[in-house]
């Protein structure tokens, strides 16, 4: 039985709706509705600090259009969270009280260690990263972490936020010149106090909705060619350019950018310099998107408590993915040991030009364990499995997944140059080379189990200069798959620019 639940997110900047379906515990939960109201409720906090009558007014009008909408999707439960604002409200137990009263709703301030937790939760459990720091900012607080082997060492909440940064320092609609550099010193002010960040030289991780447009405007800057920007890596110098291009435009030119989301635009620049800041004052090797949050670590907790059945995250996603698409287990696990057996007997094999590594061999075995999933959907499966390798996240970085799309959809080398087109630039000659003979070993290895029988036992190879005999060790009769080699053997042969001979041989269990 399917579950749902809603999240009800109460940030300093908006407040989020989002529904999520989950068909079985512990398994991937889909987004079913998403829908926010930049209510930017941190306006509404008066000089006691106290949120006033008219933000209470806001708040209930939004929680109560949120309600109508659960209500239509017929959700169970609902939890709902609020953050800095909220927290930092100096009447938060009456706006506790009158929330409960008129709504219904049991509102939960997080904590500044909760808020801080559930940004890392989601991150490891979305990004395949031993180690990182993870970055949430928000309207009226930052929190930052440290993970190391995967387990949460550090944390601190920052004071600061892009909208409270704007309310502090800005009068206008976007910072001046000299705005900004009473800005810079402020943040490296609070920075410094945290001697845990400094010069760390690990990646960052970056989430929330400033973190999002600051990943949507970089690729459409470049025209990026995949879609989705969750696990979408930039270098520290390309957040400087998306800055250096945004400082020349208008408040009105910003509003109007493309990636930019309307309601941050103006607060984006200030957004940045804390994203830039932060790279430099930890020496970051990398700035990578997370699209998961505060809310799916939320998810995470509940509905995550499980010990995971795959040593890797790329690993256990690739098997939803599987359950997903229902591909045939015992069939793909037989390509995966033909496969294999290609691979070991190849890796020996001296002048072929290419040096195979464990994670070319880690490859291979993904790559087998979705080869042509698109065959569920469409027999012509190659562009629907390239589709869905590449644009789907599931842990790796974009060239990861890229790489395992290439090779799960190979058909041949002129689809292979056809899908590679767009992103020619990622890989190497060699790369794109290796690519290619994982794809062909693959396509081969599907060859040799036609008739479904899991007949071949061992492979066997022994290069004679440009002719390469084969010994196939089957356990019953291999006419099919002896006819379905010879029609497939083209494509290695093509690229080791060698002929194969191959010998099938039947051999008692």
Not at 60 to 83: G, H, M, P, S, W
Not at 109 to 119: D, F, M, T
Not at 280 to 300: N, P, Q, T
Not at 326 to 336: E, G, T
């Amino acid at each position: 039985m399917k579950q749902k639940i809603a999240i009800i997110d109460i940030g300093s900047n908006t407040l989020r709706l989002v529904i999520y379906e989950n068909a079985k515990s512990g398994k991937r939960f889909k987004e079913i509705e998403n829908m926010k109201k930049a209510t930017r409720i941190r306006n509404f906090l008066n000089d006691e600090q106290e949120l006033n009558e008219e933000g209470i007014h806001f708040l209930l009008n939004t929680l109560r259009d949120f309600q109508t909408i659960i209500n239509l999707y017929e959700v169970k439960e609902t939890i709902c969270v609020a953050t800095a604002t909220i927290r930092q409200a100096k009447n938060k137990h009456e706006i506790l009280k009158i929330v409960l009263e008129r709504t219904g709703l049991a509102l939960n301030i997080l904590g500044e260690y909760e808020e801080a937790y559930y940004g890392y939760l989601a991150v490891i459990n979305s990004i395949d990263l031993v180690e990182g720091i993870t970055i949430d900012m928000g309207g009226g607080s930052t929190e930052i972490t440290h993970f190391n082997n995967r387990e949460l060492i550090h944390h601190v909440s920052l004071p600061f936020g892009a909208l409270s940064l704007k309310i502090q320092f800005v009068k206008g609609d976007i910072p001046t010149e000299q705005e900004l550099v009473q800005i810079r010193q402020y943040i490296r002010s609070q920075l410094q106090k945290i001697s845990w960040i400094e010069n760390i030289q690990i990646p960052i991780i970056a989430m929330g909705g400033s973190a999002r447009n600051v990943a949507q405007l970089h690729q459409n800057f470049i025209h990026y060619p995949l879609a989705g920007i969750h696990h979408y890596e930039m270098s520290i110098s390309n957040i400087h350019d998306i800055k250096e291009s945004l400082k020349s435009l208008t408040f009105k030119g910003l509003q109007n950018a493309e990636g930019l989301s309307r309601d941050r635009a103006d607060t984006i620049l200030l957004a940045i310099e804390v994203f830039e800041i932060l790279s430099d004052y930890s020496s970051a090797s990398r700035f990578i998107l997370s699209e998961k949050g505060l809310r799916e670590g939320v998810l995470y907790s509940k509905w995550n408590q499980r010990e995971r059945e795959f040593t890797t995250l790329v690993d256990s996603e690739i098997h939803e993915l599987i359950e997903e698409y229902h591909i045939d287990v015992p069939k793909s696990k037989q390509l995966v040991k033909i496969a294999l057996m290609f691979f070991n007997s190849l890796k020996e094999v001296h002048g072929i030009g290419i040096e195979f590594s464990t994670s070319d061999l880690e490859l291979l075995k993904r790559g087998a364990r979705v080869y042509h999933l698109g065959n569920y959907l469409n027999e012509e499966s190659g562009p629907l499995t390239f589709s869905l390798l590449a644009n789907r996240p599931i842990g790796f970085s974009h060239k990861e997944r890229v790489k395992l799309a290439l090779i799960a959809s190979y058909k041949g080398r002129g689809t292979f140059r056809q899908f590679l087109d767009p992103f020619k630039g990622w890989l190497t000659k060699d790369e794109r080379k290796k690519l290619c003979l994982l794809g062909a070993i693959l396509k081969l290895s599907q060859s040799l189990n036609k008739s479904e029988r899991n007949i071949v036992n061992e492979i066997k190879i022994q290069p004679n200069d440009d002719s390469w005999f084969i010994d196939l060790y089957c356990l019953n009769d291999y006419g099919p798959e002896k006819y379905q080699f010879e029609k497939q053997k083209k494509h290695l042969e093509k690229l080791l620019k060698i002929t194969l001979i191959p010998h099938f041989h039947l051999v008692n269990r």
